[in-house]
Nanobody, 119 residues
Framework: QVQLVESGGGLVQPGGSLSLSCAAS????????MGWYRQAPGRQRDLVAT???????NYADSVKGRFTISRDNAKNTVNLQMNSLKPEDTAVYYC?????????????WGQGTQVTVSS
């Protein structure tokens, strides 16, 4: 079993920055991919960024150049540095751990943390 605990959300003005952190506990495999997803009201949960244990990253087009994902494999943590925030970045952000792929994929989720970008 895996537990994910996020921290760092809050209210920020447009153009500002926030940093999110996620700590994973339990049985973590080197093959696990970690990342962040977000869900705005009335919308589906979308990928923000993912990172493998080899530091291979993947970003949604909407956040490229503004967000940076990083991972500490020794501490089982993943961070998301968000810069130049826009109102459309407002959402609940969920930490994710993906195990396996295709039909063998299983996702673990954190409880979510609210990010609000507003003046």
């Amino acid at each position: 079993q895996v537990q994910l605990v996020e921290s760092g959300g809050g209210l920020v003005q447009p153009g500002g920055s926030l940093s999110l952190s996620c700590a994973a506990s339990g049985r973590i495999f080197r093959s696990d991919t970690m990342g962040w997803y977000r869900q705005a009201p009335g919308r589906q949960r979308d990928l923000v960024a993912t990172i493998t244990t080899s530091d291979l990253t993947n970003y949604a087009d909407s956040v490229k150049g503004r967000f940076t994902i990083s991972r500490d494999n020794a501490k089982n943590t993943v961070n998301l540095q968000m810069n130049s925030l826009k109102p459309e970045d407002t959402a609940v952000y969920y930490c994710n751990l993906q195990r396996g792929a295709g039909p063998w994929r299983y996702d673990y989720w954190g409880q979510g943390t609210q990010v609000t970008v507003s003046s």
